[in-house]
């Protein structure tokens, strides 16, 4: 028997395999289509502090190997959440932990998001890809002090375990994961979408109503992996490692890379079936290998 349990900053998971954010809806959808018994936390849609329509259609294309999407965070405010979906997904899934996934334009408005959530979910992660009005639109996930003054409001505002998803974009991620540290994190999540375009060559025209978006799945995930394993390097900060898991062997990749969970994302779209798969692959990988928990396998990568 392989202990699957993890401690991801405080945040107790039964399974190391969670889902990511914007992938699985608020969390409830998939009950009868998904073996939730598998599932080591849900991370709900992105929400702000009041309901957003996110962006004009077309907000997907399908590339190799991928999707790029722009759906610009579309989501239904914090009261809307707290009120109606949170009491709705704890009644229809009882024993699954949910992360809510955070953003704001403003310092402010993040710790406020934050603070409204109180006790409701289990955990908080922010977003913090997304433009900062004050700062003239750069993401704040792209200057470190910045990303140290939204976390260490967040901090402020919350007690639940505090998980910040860093933006995959930079030349080096070791000045995103100090800030994190001296903002107060518990945790990190790897990687967010890559910025990506897709273009109509016999209209000349972007296919995403957006111009821009950002690419997922099976094409991201050797770059998502370097990343896991570059920030795992630098930090003692337990990880969530997400970007193309269709499979076990990529959730294991993560783990030996440095993870302590992982999140399936845009895999979900076509088969709701490989967070079930991905649980079941792992463990028997760690069966096979002699492994007794699967927190022994955390940075267990031979570079000999
Ligand atoms: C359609 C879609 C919506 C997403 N929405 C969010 C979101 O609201 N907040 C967030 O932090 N990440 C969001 N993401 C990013 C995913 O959570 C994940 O980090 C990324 O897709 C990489 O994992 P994957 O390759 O397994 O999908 C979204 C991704 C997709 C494809």
Partial sequence: MVNMEVDLGGLKMRSPVATASGTFGYGFEYVGAVDYSKLGAVTAKGIRLDPWPGNQMPRHAEVPGGLVNAIGLQGTGVEHFL??????????????????????????????V???????????EMNVSCPNVKAGGHTFGQDPEVLCKVVSAVRAATKRPLLVKLAPNVPSITPYVRACEDGGANALSLINTIPAMVIDVETRRPVLANRTGGLSGRCVHPAAVKLVYDAHAVTKLPILAMGGIYEAKDAIEFFLAGATAVAVGTATFTDPGVVAAVYDGLTDYCERHGFASVAQLTGALSTE
């Fill in 83 to 112: 009120k109606y979906t949170v009491p709705w997904y704890r009644k229809q899934v009882p024993d699954v932990p949910m992360i809510a996934n955070i953003w704001g334009g403003t310092i402010e408005e993040y710790a406020e």
């Fill in 114 to 124: 934050a603070a409204r959530m109180g006790d409701a979910v289990d955990a908080i």
